[in-house]
């Protein structure tokens, strides 16, 4: 028992230092994609920004709404950042870590809880912008929960079990993103709608929203929540590189296609503009599960051929 909460422990110290580097990877790349340098001041071409960052955010004076449900409002940024950091026990570590073989719904459980952090913290502002923002991530998360689902279970159908450590058995021959090109971009896309990102980040529309639900946030509320986004970012990419790429956390290889994958998602951020809120959810309910629905029926299919060929 104490040697997982040990390994636990160094795991969470990995992913928050993973999340501090991330976000320089991010602010470097956005850089010389608009032609400018980046952060390039603080340390060594700038490596110590996201602690100075760090610093600037957890020493700045903390704000309370007058109006704001006192309790809520500070308890959500804490239960975000939990949610994000709790869900990597389901990684197939093979190190003595916790490894269960209900992986996949435990990580869905995590996915759901998260929308109730997003709409707690917007409620409990007390702010229509905040509350507006809440809405519109809860709405579209919720949406794409659905897609992410579907996906997963056709691989689950095809793997024959919820543990992650299936993936990695499976795929040492072949990826499945050979075999499903069009689920790995459905993937891809739900994932930059669960973690807000562009160009599906309407709960922090600034033209219309001013910042979304974490207006009324600042110090170290606002860097729990950030901590938290960078956090599931950085999960999305791990998962997508154990579904679809069939990498084990023992190889060098996975944290290589780990950081590619994260690339891709600043990558997005520098390159699409934001779509219209109508087009999101017209592409989740129209696009998206009509096609993670065709697969899941013919994975079952071939599934049963091969019982049927076996006999």
């Not at 969470?12 to 990877?25: N, Q, R, S, Y």
């Not at 109730?116 to 998360?141: E, I």
Request: charged share 10%.
């Amino acid at each position: 028992m104490v040697i997982e909460i040990v390994n636990y422990l160094v795991v969470i110290i990995c992913v928050l230092i993973g999340v501090a580097f991330v976000t320089l990877l991010e602010r470097k790349i956005l850089g010389y994609i608009q032609i400018r340098k980046g952060p390039n001041k603080v340390g060594y071409l700038g490596v110590l920004q996201p602690f100075s960052d760090a610093i600037k955010l957890f020493t700045k004076e903390q704000t309370m709404p007058v109006m704001s449900n006192y309790l809520a409002y500070y308890l959500s940024p804490v239960f975000s950042l939990f949610i994000s950091l709790v869900v990597w026990v389901v990684m197939p570590y093979e190190t003595g870590l916790v490894s269960f073989n209900m992986s996949v719904l435990f990580f869905f459980c995590c996915l759901s809880m998260g929308v109730y952090s997003t709409m707690v913290a917007g409620w409990a502002s007390n702010c229509k912008y905040s509350l507006l923002g809440s809405l519109r991530a809860v709405a579209q998360t919720i949406s794409y929960e659905v897609s992410l689902a579907l996906v997963l279970l056709s691989f689950i159908v095809l793997v024959g079990g919820f543990s992650l450590e299936l993936f990695n058995k499976y795929q040492s021959g072949f990826w499945f993103v050979i075999i499903s090109f069009p689920l790995s971009l459905i993937w891809f896309s739900s994932c930059l709608a669960e973690t807000n990102r562009t160009p599906f980040d309407f709960a922090e529309g600034e033209s219309e929203l001013v910042s979304g639900f974490n207006t009324e946030y600042s110090s170290g509320g606002f860097a729990l929540i950030f901590m938290a986004e960078y956090a599931s970012i950085l999960f999305m990419s791990v998962l997508f590189v154990i579904i679809f790429l069939g990498s084990s956390p023992c190889s060098v290889t996975f944290y290589i296609k780990s950081v590619l994958v994260a690339f891709v998602f600043v990558w997005t951020r520098g390159t699409l503009p934001r779509l219209r809120y109508d087009k999101l959810m017209y592409l989740a309910w129209k696009s998206f599960l009509p096609v993670s629905i065709n697969y899941l029926f013919f994975f079952v299919g071939l599934k049963m051929l091969c019982y049927v060929y076996l006999l």
